[in-house]
């Protein structure tokens, strides 16, 4: 039941967002944060919240740059919250610094499965995405991160599957390494001391955002998709000890609101995806519609539109038929296990489309932005540069490395182990 905060009338913002009283560019984007502030800790009846998701939809502001910033806010301080300052502290200690890479989390998303209910249990990358594309691909961002750990570090944020056969959660419960990730360990308490043993961690949703819970059945009878569907990827519970950030998006018209909100919450290095299918990942079957947010001098952080392709990888193109799933997370599982120990063909489909996001992960952190002096792997680095002035075919070669000497493996068993200590 809600508890109506007496201190709080939302009438006037419902009454204001019907359709005929607003244009799209209309709306205060803080008005509309406070309300769904209201939500995580169950203020609004569940009346109020249906017609302010609802209405948020209708006029699109919930595809607004700026209503997407402020109530990305309000949703991570509704979340448990983590001590940045000991994962700061725990990122100096690993001194993982290499070319622009200062060694902080990197936060991967890509097909982010909105969160559907919270789990009741008896840093500096992020990658991640919005989910939903209606695409049934294999669990690359969950493969990606992994292979990224060996030089990053790196902060999954995911759930288990809502449209795909098997989500990031799903899969890496089913690894054996030889024990599988306890993933209900991983809490905002406990992962400083996960990144002190790995530099990979998997920060699943519903240990963070447990007041989603005021709104889980709500948005499952709602006709539509509501803005929580897109606020995940900007909601890492590590927020501000994030350095860099891969986040794909379900449509291409998402791409710059997204990098715009990205910037006003203060991102200094970010790459916002959507393949040209409307695929929420960097595509392996042809053109990929990214905005870059990067600070190219200082306190002037930009957005850059530009397109990929898989040559400006050095790799083939190949149809998203050629890269689905298996049919269950344990088989997910296990293609997962083959493609990090190296046990998979040079040339098969899904292994090109993770290096691409992969390499993606890499070249935002910067590390590919090294001199001739910084060697990783023992080789000179690839200092063409493609799209966004970004050393793309470095990227691949890092990533090919870290498969080849099994480095993401060795941290997502570190990764395993803490959570099972």
């Known amino acids: 039941m809600a508890h109506e905060n007496a201190s ?9 967002l019907k359709p005929k009283n607003i244009e799209p560019a209309d709306g205060d984007a803080a008005a509309i944060a406070l309300a769904v502030s209201q939500i995580f800790t169950n203020q609004l009846q569940p009346a109020q919240t249906a017609v302010l998701l609802d209405r948020l939809a209708l006029n699109g502001l919930d595809q607004r740059s700026d209503v997407l910033a402020k109530c990305a806010i309000v949703m991570r ?24 890479y200062e060694g902080g989390l990197v936060r991967c998303v890509l ?50 599957a809502s449209t795909s056969r098997s989500g990031s959660s799903d899969v890496l419960s089913n690894l054996k390494t030889p024990q599988s990730p306890k993933l209900e360990n991983v809490t905002a308490s406990t992962l400083p001391s996960v990144y002190e043993e790995s530099n990979y961690a998997f920060l699943f949703a519903p240990n963070f955002h447990k007041g989603f819970r005021h709104v889980s059945s709500i948005r499952k009878e709602l006709p539509e998709p509501s803005i929580f569907n897109l606020l ?76 990929l392709h898989p040559s400006d990888f050095g790799l083939p193109s190949h149809p998203l038929s050629s890269v689905s799933p298996g049919l269950t997370p344990e088989e997910n599982g296990r293609i997962l296990t083959r493609l990090l120990n190296g046990d998979i063909l040079e040339d098969d489909p899904i292994l090109h489309f993770v290096l691409m996001n992969t390499a ?28 966004g002035r970004g050393r793309w075919k470095e990227g691949i070669r890092l990533a090919r490395h870290a498969i080849s000497t099994g480095s993401g493996w060795d941290m997502l068993k570190k990764f395993a182990n803490a959570t099972n200590g």
């Open 360 to 387: 993606s992960l890499f070249v935002i952190s910067g590390i590919c932005d090294r001199t001739d002096e910084e060697r990783i792997f023992t080789h000179d680095p690839i200092i063409e540069t493609g799209p």
């Open 77 to 100: 301080e509704a979340a448990e919250p983590v001590d940045v300052q000991a994962l700061r502290d725990v990122a100096t200690k690993k001194n993982l610094k290499m070319g622009a």
């Open 232 to 307: 995940g990827p900007l909601t890492n519970p590590a927020g501000p000890a994030i350095e860099a950030s891969v986040i794909g998006v379900k449509a291409k018209g998402l791409v710059r609101p997204f990098a715009e909100a990205l910037r006003l919450n203060g991102a200094k290095k970010a790459l916002v995806v959507c393949g040209d299918e409307d695929l929420d990942e960097v595509s392996c079957a042809g053109p990929t519609h990214c905005s870059m947010v990067l600070e190219r001098s200082r306190n002037a952080v930009e957005i850059e539109d530009f397109m």
């Open 111 to 160: 097909h982010f499965p909105y969160i559907t209910e919270v789990l009741t249990v008896s840093l500096k990358c992020d990658i991640v995405g919005t989910g939903g594309d209606g695409h049934s691909t294999f669990n690359i961002s969950t493969a990606s991160s992994i292979i990224a750990s060996s030089l990053l570090l790196v902060a999954k944020h995911g759930n288990r």
């Open 8 to 16: 709080y009338n939302i009438k006037p913002l419902l009454q204001s």
